[in-house]
Structure formats: C-alpha cells, structure tokens
C-alpha cells in the first residue's frame, strides 16, 4: 500500500512542500515560470519517478535473473510536440506530451540481455500508469 501523498503550498510563491511519510522534499517552477527554483518543477518529478521506477524494476529483473547487471543510469527529458506530428493521436489537443528515456546498462552483459532489460523498462509500473488511461477524481474537501 502506497504512503499518502500531502502537497502544501506556501503562503506566497509556487514552491509546494511535499510530504510522504518520514520524507520530506520541495518543488517549484524555474525563475523564468515566476518561481524562485526552490526545487524541481513538476514534470521534473514525473521524470524522476519513472527514473526511479525504471532502475527499480530492471535491477530486481537482473538480480531474479543473476544477470551481471552492475549499474543503471536512466536520462530523462520532457517536451511537447504537436499533434500533428503525430499519426496516432486520440486527442484533440493540438500538442502531445513526449518522454525521452535513455538507458545506459553497465555490467557484462549480452545482447540479448540488454535488449531483455530494454523490454523490461516499459513495464515498469509508472511507465504503465503513464501509458494508460488514468482517472484522477478530484474532491473539494
């Protein structure tokens, strides 16, 4: 069961406090997006959950598997594209949300391998959220 998520934002400014559990982190919009950079922007911690989840699930994969994975880096970088550019758009928003994910693997490791672990990348559970239809119900408490 996942821990409660609390978002509070500050009295002024775009900087929100985060909360999960014991843990504690910031976000804020870039000074150019009238913030103060007081942490990262949203999508910058969408980013950083599916890195996270990535490394996550391709490491548990490799260790099940005893594959000789020694290390993983995952680089992340958010953009928009328009619609148009797409052949497959279901929306009707003139732009589309686009991650770029690449992986690096280190560690003795075949091509079959790689592309295994590539494989098990895009059924990281965050990818899979990302890449689903996701409901979000929203409440005025």
Known sequence: MSR????TAERSGLRQNIMIGPH???ADEPIVSGGADAGPD???LLLAALG???????RMYAERKKWPLEGVQIQLAHSKIHGEDCA?????????DRIDRNISF???LSTDQLQRLREIADRCPVHCTLTSRVQIHTLVV
């Open 4 to 7: 409660k998520v609390i978002v």
């Open 24 to 26: 504690q982190l910031g």
């Open 42 to 44: 949203p999508y910058e």
């Open 52 to 58: 996270a989840c990535t490394g996550i699930t391709v």
């Open 88 to 96: 497959d758009c279901e929306t009707q928003a003139r732009t589309l």
């Open 106 to 108: 280190t560690g003795n």
